[in-house]
C-alpha cells in the first residue's frame, strides 16, 4: 500500500474503489483533490494498477492499495473469503466511508465494507435493464449481482436519471432508499471557457472525441461523415480519441475505409484546443455512465449532437441546445448533422444554450459540493478546500 500518512485531526477517511487504477485517476480524480484539499484522507482500491495510475493518485496525496478479488481454487465460500480479504484492508485502514463503483466490483466491496462495519456505503449503480429504453423491464444478465451491494449499502448514486429509472423499474431497490443523482464530477468550467465559435465560410466543422470504441458510437460518426460529405463535400468532420480497454474496442486501421470522410487526430489530449475549432460537437455514445468529452464541448459553448439514450440525452435540450439521434443509425446522426448545415444562423444562439445549461447544471463546484453532502460531509469543509 502506497501511504500518504496518518489521521489528521478532524478529518475522515473515505475508500474510493473502481474497477482499475485508470478508471480512478479518469473518473475520480476531481473528487480525490477536493476531498484531500480539505484535509480528509482517502485510500483507492482496485484489482489492478499501472504504476503510472498508482504515482498519480499518490501525488495527489491518496493512499493506494490494489486488492485480490479472486478466492482461492478451493475455497468452500468464495464470497465470504474474499469479504474478508477486503474488509481487512479496509478496516485496518480505518474507513469512515466507502464509495464504489463499476459492475465488477460494487458487490465484493460493499459486501466487504458492511462486513467491516462501515458506517456509510455509496454503492454507484449505472445502466440495470438489457436495452436503452426506459420503460424496460428486463434486467441486463447478472443484474441479480446488485442484489448484495444495494443490502450493503446506506446510500445509492446515480449518474443521471435514466438509471434512477431502470433501479426502480428493475424491483431491486429497498423502500428505505431514495437514489441520489449527481453528473458525477461535472466539468471544470474555468479550464473549459467559452470559446469563439470558427467563422462558416470554409464549412461547418463537426468534431466527435471519444474512446474508440463500437459502443461509444465512433463508426457512426465515420459512416455519417461519409454520408454528408457525399453531399455537402466542404463540410469537415474531426475525430480525436485514445484507444478503448472494452471488448468491442477498434483500432486506428478500422477508421482507415473513412479516411476521405474523417480526419483522425489521435488520442486528443488537448481537448479544448479541439473544441474551440469545431461548430458542433458530436457524440453518438450508448456506453455512457459519465459523458465528459460531451461535458467539456457544452462547457465551451458548442451545440451537441448526442444519442437519445441514457447517459446523454439530458445533455440536450431539443433544439434549444443541440439534437438528439436514435442510436445505431448513421442516417439519422447524419440528418442531423445537415440540419445545422441547413441553419447555421441557430448555431450561436445554440452556443450560448450549451453554456448556460453546463453553468446550470454541470459546474463542477455545485457538484462536489452535492458529493460531499452525499459522503456526510459538511459544506463549511467544501469551503475550505
Known amino acids: 500500500m502506497t501511504m500518504s500518512g496518518g489521521r489528521r485531526a478532524g478529518s475522515r477517511r473515505i475508500v474510493i474503489a473502481g474497477p482499475h487504477g485508470a478508471e480512478l485517476v479518469a473518473e475520480d480524480m476531481p473528487l480525490v483533490r477536493d476531498l484531500i484539499a480539505a484535509g480528509h484522507n482517502v485510500l483507492c482500491l482496485a484489482p489492478t494498477f499501472l504504476e503510472s495510475d498508482e504515482l498519480t493518485l499518490a501525488h495527489a496525496g491518496a493512499d493506494v492499495e490494489e486488492i485480490d478479488l479472486v478466492a482461492d481454487r478451493f475455497a468452500l465460500m468464495p464470497g465470504r473469503q474474499v469479504a474478508k480479504r477486503v474488509a481487512a484492508i479496509i478496516s485496518d ?14 458487490t465484493p466491496i460493499a459486501v466487504a465494507a458492511k462486513k467491516a462495519l462501515v458506517p456509510r456505503i455509496i454503492v454507484v449503480l449505472g445502466r440495470m435493464t438489457d436495452d436503452a429504453e426506459e420503460e424496460s423491464e428486463h434486467l441486463k444478465p447478472g443484474a441479480e449481482k446488485f442484489v448484495k451491494a444495494i443490502d450493503a449499502a446506506t446510500g445509492i448514486l446515480c449518474i443521471n436519471y435514466d438509471h434512477v429509472a431502470q433501479l426502480e423499474l428493475s424491483g431491486l431497490l429497498p423502500e428505505h432508499l431514495s437514489p441520489e443523482v ?29 474512446e474508440l470504441s463500437r459502443s461509444h458510437g465512433v463508426l457512426e460518426f465515420c459512416e455519417a461523415a461519409r454520408i454528408v460529405k457525399a453531399r455537402a463535400a466542404q463540410t469537415t468532420f474531426l475525430l480525436a480519441g485514445p484507444a478503448s480497454r472494452a471488448e468491442d474496442a477498434l483500432s486506428v486501421a478500422d477508421l482507415a475505409p473513412f479516411r476521405d470522410a474523417v480526419e483522425y487526430l489521435g488520442e486528443g489530449a488537448q481537448r479544448a484546443e479541439l473544441i474551440s475549432r469545431c461548430h458542433v ?24 449532437i448526442v444519442a437519445d439514450a441514457p447517459g446523454c440525452r439530458e445533455l440536450v435540450d431539443e433544439r434549444v441546445n443541440g439534437c438528439l439521434a436514435p ?5 439519422a446522426l447524419a440528418a442531423a448533422i445537415e440540419s445545422y448545415l441547413k ?9 450560448r444554450a450549451s453554456r448556460q445549461k453546463a453553468e446550470r447544471r454541470y459546474d463542477r463546484r455545485l457538484v462536489m459540493a452535492a458529493m460531499f453532502d452525499l459522503l456526510g460531509l459538511e459544506r463549511a469543509e467544501v469551503a475550505a478546500a
Do not use: C
Open 281 to 304: 460537437f458530436a457524440y453518438p455514445s450508448q456506453a455512457e455512465t459519465n459523458p465528459g468529452p460531451a461535458l467539456e464541448a457544452l462547457a465551451m459553448g458548442r451545440p451537441l
Open 327 to 331: 442510436p445505431d443509425d448513421p442516417s
Open 343 to 351: 441553419r447555421p444562423d441557430l448555431i450561436p444562439a445554440m452556443a
Open 93 to 106: 485502514w480505518g474507513a469512515d466511508t466507502v464509495l464504489v463503483h463499476g459492475d465488477e466490483v460494487i
Open 182 to 210: 449527481l453528473p458525477w464530477s461535472g466539468v471544470d468550467l474555468e479550464e473549459f471557457k467559452v470559446a469563439p465559435l470558427p467563422a462558416v465560410g470554409k464549412g461547418l466543422i463537426v468534431l466527435m472525441t471519444a
